[in-house]
Every structure is written in structure tokens, then in C-alpha cells.
């Protein structure tokens, strides 16, 4: 099957950076769109950025200007470079990625970002 580990979370003071990334292993042959998404407290799931296996992009209007997505199609692997970090950014973020050969996508276990103020 398919797993997707995310690392780079933690603790990090108002005006700091994390990078986040997320790994895919197992029977991966092909990945299309992968993204990150982010679940606060009491809140919906929302989306972060996404970026397609070509590196098109697309952003949250409160993330822009402030957090970079990118990914290595030869590791399978999606990063979130996050600067600028404000406490209202706190949330487990989550990566998604639409495998192809599995035809549907997958989500990682999430990893917790803190911004304290």
C-alpha cells in the first residue's frame, strides 16, 4: 500500500519559520497533486497550497506571501517552507497526494505546528 510521513513540525515563536515535509512510500508509481491542509482546534480542515506533478501552484489568501510549496517528483516527497509564522498559522497540517496507479488520494498522519506569541 501507500504511506505519506510527515516531519518538520514543533514549536516555534511568533515571526519564525518551519519547513514541513512529506515522504510517500509503498507501491507508488506516480503522484499526481499534492497539497498540504491544515486543522485547527474546533475548525474545518482547510487548504494550504497544493501544487500539481508540473509545480503549478495555488495558495490560501492567508498563507501568500509567506509559505512556499514545492516537491521532488524522484523522492516523492512535498515540502512546506512557512515563514513569517503568526499564532493563528497553529494547526495539525496534514499532506495529501492523489497516487495514481491507486487512482485516489492519500493523507499523512499530521504533524502539529505551534506558533506562540
Known amino acids: 500500500q501507500v504511506q505519506l510521513v510527515e516531519s518538520g513540525g514543533g514549536l516555534v515563536q511568533s515571526g519564525g519559520s518551519l519547513r514541513l515535509s512529506c515522504a510517500a512510500s509503498?507501491?507508488?508509481?506516480?503522484?499526481?497533486?499534492m497539497g498540504w491542509y491544515r486543522q485547527a482546534p474546533g475548525k474545518q480542515r482547510d487548504l494550504v497550497a497544493t501544487?500539481?506533478?508540473?509545480?503549478?501552484?495555488n495558495y490560501a489568501d492567508s498563507v501568500k506571501g509567506r509559505f512556499t510549496i514545492s516537491r521532488d517528483n524522484a523522492k516523492n516527497t512535498v515540502y512546506l517552507q512557512m515563514n513569517s509564522l503568526k499564532p493563528e498559522d497553529t494547526a495539525v497540517y496534514y499532506c495529501?497526494?492523489?497516487?495514481?496507479?491507486?487512482?485516489?488520494?492519500?493523507w499523512g498522519q499530521g504533524t502539529q505546528v505551534t506558533v506562540s506569541s
Open positions: 495529501k497526494a492523489f497516487i495514481r496507479n491507486y487512482g485516489r488520494d492519500y
Open positions: 509503498g507501491s507508488v508509481f506516480s503522484i499526481n497533486d
Open positions: 501544487i500539481t506533478r508540473g509545480a503549478s501552484t
